[in-house]
């Protein structure tokens, strides 16, 4: 597994190939939840099938969550210590997707400094199924997270675990041109 990695103003931005729920050298992962927390399908089905039912069970006191909201649980039988719950935008259904897709980024890094949380792991919310274009969103969180570096003091590692080829693609191609 090829990690491509780029340090900017002090926090180390990393774009892998992999399973979101195989993290185990990152402190908290971010799920792309639903509304109501639960299993589903995509990144959600992996991380509650990797957690286990003591995932969902406590799950269900925080739901349902709006779209841009997050909300933190522990790792369960993960190897994580923490998940980042956060509901993206559907693509042309959520109105001011853009903002809502922003807020998730926004909102699981304050939970993670919250909680003082060293490294986080992101997958690509809300480009499977809530159909989100992928190169748009690879914008919105790059220039999200760029943004709230400058204020983040416990989080030093943001790892993008993208589980398409063309995904990481992108991904890559974005860190690579970031500029500070």
Do not use: W
């Amino acid at each position: 597994m090829s990690i491509m990695k780029k340090t900017i103003s002090g926090v180390t931005y990393e774009c892998i190939k992999g399973d979101i729920a195989s993290q185990s050298d990152i402190t908290a992962i971010v799920n792309a939840a639903n509304a109501q927390l639960r299993m589903g399908g995509g990144v959600a089905g992996a991380i509650h099938r990797a957690a286990g039912p003591g995932l969902e069970e406590e799950c269900r006191f925080l739901a349902p969550i709006k779209p841009g909201e997050a909300v933190i649980t522990g790792g369960h039988n993960l190897p994580n210590r923490y998940v980042i719950h956060c509901l993206g935008p559907i693509f042309g259904v959520d109105k001011l997707e853009d903002k809502l897709l922003a807020n998730c980024y926004c909102n699981a890094l304050k939970l993670a400094e919250q909680y003082k949380i060293d490294s986080i792991a992101f997958p690509a919310i809300s480009t499977g199924a809530f159909g989100y274009p992928v190169v748009e969103a690879t914008e919105i969180a790059f220039s999200t997270i760029i943004e709230l570096v400058p204020k983040l003091r416990s989080v030093k590692r943001i790892r993008f675990v993208l589980y398409i080829e063309r995904d990481l693609d992108i991904y890559e191609k974005r860190l690579s041109g970031v500029i500070i």
